[in-house]
C-alpha cells in the first residue's frame, strides 16, 4: 500500500507564511506528478499547484507568486510554501500523488489525509 502523510499546517495571521509538507511511502516503483489540493467549507476541493516529475509546475491564478511548490524525489516528498497567506487561503490541503507501485502496475491516485490551513487574525 502507499501511505501519504502531510505536515505543516496551522495558523496563520494574514500575510504570514507556512510550508507544508508530504511523504509518500510503501510500495513505491514511481511517482509521476505530485501536488496539493485543497478544500475550504462550503467549497468544491481546488487544485492549487501540482508539479510533473519532469519538472513542470502548475498553479491556481490565485496563488501564483504567492505560493512555490518543490519536489525532493529521493524522498519521494513534495512541498508547498505559502507566502502573503489572506483569508481566502483557509482551507484543508491535500497532498495527492500519481503512484506505479511496480513496473507492471497502473498509476493510481493517492491522498493525504489533510492538514487544516487557518488564516485570521
Known amino acids: 500500500q502507499v501511505q501519504l502523510v502531510e505536515s505543516g499546517g496551522g495558523l496563520v495571521q494574514p500575510g504570514g507564511s507556512l510550508r507544508l509538507s508530504c511523504a509518500a511511502s510503501?510500495?513505491?516503483?514511481?511517482?509521476?506528478?505530485m501536488g496539493w489540493y485543497r478544500q475550504a467549507p462550503g467549497k468544491q476541493r481546488e487544485l492549487v499547484a501540482r508539479m510533473s516529475s519532469g519538472g513542470t509546475i502548475n498553479y491556481a491564478d490565485s496563488v501564483k507568486g504567492r505560493f512555490d511548490i518543490s519536489r525532493d524525489n529521493a524522498k519521494n516528498s513534495v512541498y508547498l510554501q505559502m507566502n502573503s497567506l489572506n483569508l481566502e487561503d483557509t482551507a484543508v490541503y491535500f497532498c495527492y500523488a500519481q503512484v506505479r507501485r511496480t513496473f507492471f502496475d497502473t498509476v493510481r491516485d493517492y491522498w493525504g489525509q489533510g492538514t487544516q490551513v487557518t488564516v485570521s487574525s
Open positions: 510503501g510500495s513505491i516503483f514511481s511517482i509521476a506528478t
